[in-house]
């Protein structure tokens, strides 16, 4: 029996058939296409929903620099509320790896807002 196997497995030819080999890279290529849209798409949402977080930690500092501000005003820039006398945020949330800019309304009214909107962060590409 084993030289039966082993006298059919000698007459076959060693190599792929074409049929099998561009089947084989259709496969690969499936594959690693579906694996990079997955991780882009995954990425754009990530920096989308981190700009967002940033965006509230921003007005949540805002809020408490107004509290603890002598004259109860909002600051009217950034800087204010991450140096300063009364820092009310540990960090610059305007680093350079991110992709956006977070901005207070130089108005006074508080408002916080980032260039480019963090929803348009996703729509790059």
């Known amino acids: 029996m084993i030289r039966k196997i082993k006298e059919d497995t000698e007459d076959r030819p ?5 049929g099998e080999g561009i089947a084989a890279i259709l ?4 594959f690693v296409g579906a694996i990079y ?4 798409g995954v990425s ?22 107004r509290l603890i501000d002598d ?6 820039d950034i800087k204010q509320i991450y140096t300063g006398k009364k820092p009310t945020l540990l960090y610059n949330p305007n680093k350079d790896s991110n992709n956006y800019t977070i901005h207070i309304k130089s108005d006074g009214s508080g408002e916080v807002y980032t260039t480019p909107a963090c929803e348009e962060l996703s729509d790059k590409a």
């Open 14 to 18: 060693k190599n792929f058939t074409l």
């Open 27 to 30: 496969i690969l290529v499936v």
């Open 37 to 40: 849209f997955a991780i882009t």
């Open 44 to 65: 754009d949402e990530t920096e989308e929903k981190t700009c967002e977080i940033q965006v509230e930690t921003v007005r949540a500092a805002v809020e408490g620099y």
């Open 71 to 76: 004259d109860d005003d909002y600051p009217t």
